[in-house]
């Protein structure tokens, strides 16, 4: 369970500022750690419905990927990283009366934040989109049916937005040039 912890952690770093050709892979990685740390109905649903969530959500955003350039350029592309690694260590630090678990699920829920300050606006929709697999990885973990709901919910509408506004800002982008 730990190891899943860390191997997303590690995917969210590797992908920052890039689009989301990672988020089926990261669904299944949030999949397996919700089934090895969960029990009960919440595991079940989360081991089934976080890929199945992110296999829809790059069917969605993928075609926008090409217009992405992938990178973030220069001293501004470490940024995030290293105020993800430090929002770890103060969390791990001072969040360590929560438990192992849900510091590392919390943890998740910032990188995916982090995520979404870089990039164009594909990566940064698809940091939203890590933000709220990590929202549902804590339902499951905690089980709590309230953030269940909420993290669904979150996820269709970060899909609406997906079909409503990323052809309208890649679009734009194209005219730009």
């Known amino acids: 369970m730990m190891a899943g912890f860390v191997c997303a952690l590690v995917l969210v770093l590797l992908t920052l500022g890039r689009d989301g050709r990672w988020l089926p892979l990261y669904g299944v990685l949030c999949a397996a750690i919700v089934q090895a740390s969960g029990m009960g109905i919440l ?13 829809v959500t790059w069917g969605i955003v993928r075609r926008f990927s090409v217009a992405e350039e992938g990178q973030v350029a220069g001293g501004r592309g470490i940024m995030p990283v290293i105020m993800t690694l430090l929002l770890q260590f103060v969390l791990a630090f001072f969040g360590a009366g929560l438990g192992l678990v849900p510091t ?11 995520a979404a300050v870089c990039g164009g606006a594909l990566s940064q929709f ?52």
Request: hydrophobic residues 65%; charged residues 10%; aromatic residues 8%.
């Open 43 to 55: 595991s079940v649903l989360g081991m089934v419905m976080l890929p199945v969530f992110n296999i």
């Open 104 to 114: 590392f699920g919390i943890g998740l829920v910032l990188a995916g934040l982090c």
């Open 126 to 177: 698809c940091g939203l989109v890590i933000a709220v697999d990590g929202l549902f990885v804590m339902a499951c973990v905690l089980p709590s049916w309230g953030l269940l709901v909420t993290s669904v919910a979150l996820w269709a509408v970060m899909n609406l937005l997906a079909l409503a506004l990323l052809p309208r800002l890649a679009w734009r982008r194209v005219e730009e040039r």
